[in-house]
């Protein structure tokens, strides 16, 4: 059983819905993050947590809009989205350490599978 | 800057046979460097990790060597079976000055074990 839970794992939207998508770990991550991943591709980061701050934003277009409510809670709000945005959008989370964050591991979830029609 | 190379697939093996997905890696410094493991439907899961040269990382029969020398973390298994049959990611880490840390990861190798 994954320790990241995603809700909800299967969401259909048209283009001009407004939805949100919502992630939950109780691990005591400080660090949480949503990936893209389309079929048969790697993921890709999308945004970057850190104590509830955003850290990283990898150019994602406005019409993705995350948001970090307090430290296991992440949701990423989606409007006007295109259908090439039709993908599955993971959630991880880790442990931050300053000195060797690049030490920890990611923990994803199952993933929200997106289709926007 | 950072990249992942991962051997091409599918990869099509027989129950028992032995496993190889080689992968290597360029990056600035002394990355950490991860297996995961994804299944059809699911999210990536954690296989296994090295965070230092000549560290092995093992997991589930599943092991990879981080080889300094020819930049390369290569997974092996000694004898696969069916329910290993999924998609393996090479990753390394990119620290993330927060103390977050954000991974490159490998194109994938689907990996099919037939009976």
């Known amino acids: 059983d994954t320790e990241v839970t995603q809700t909800p794992k299967h969401l259909v939207m048209g283009m001009t819905n407004k939805k949100s998508l919502k992630c939950e770990q109780h691990?005591?991550?400080?660090?949480m993050y949503w990936y893209k991943q389309k079929a048969k591709k790697p993921p890709e980061l999308m945004f970057v947590?850190?104590?509830?701050?955003?850290?990283i934003n990898e150019s994602v277009p406005s019409r993705f809009s995350p948001e970090c409510p307090n430290s296991s809670l992440l949701n990423l709000h989606l409007h006007a989205l295109q259908p090439e945005d039709s993908a599955l959008y993971l959630c991880a989370s880790s442990q931050v350490h300053l000195v060797t964050g690049g030490n920890s591991p990611l923990h994803f979830g199952n993933g929200t599978r997106l289709t926007v029609t | 800057g950072n990249s992942v190379t991962q051997m091409e697939g599918p990869v099509t093996l027989s129950e028992e046979a032995f496993l190889t997905i080689n992968c290597t890696y360029t990056?600035?410094?002394?990355?950490?460097l991860f297996w995961y493991v994804q299944y059809p439907g699911e999210g990536l899961q954690l296989l296994l990790k090295a965070t230092k040269a000549d560290d092995k990382g093992s997991n589930k029969g599943f092991e990879a060597t981080y080889r300094k020398e020819t930049t390369s973390f290569h997974l092996e298994k000694g004898s696969v079976q069916v329910s290993d049959s999924a998609v393996y990611f090479c990753?390394?880490?990119?620290?993330?000055?927060?103390?977050?840390?954000?991974?490159?990861f490998g194109t994938g190798t689907r990996l099919t074990v037939i009976p």
């Open positions: 990753a390394l880490s990119d620290p993330i000055e927060t103390g977050a840390n954000n991974l490159f």
């Open positions: 947590y850190s104590y509830e701050k955003l850290s």
């Open positions: 990056a600035t410094g002394y990355p950490s």
């Open positions: 691990m005591g991550h400080r660090a």
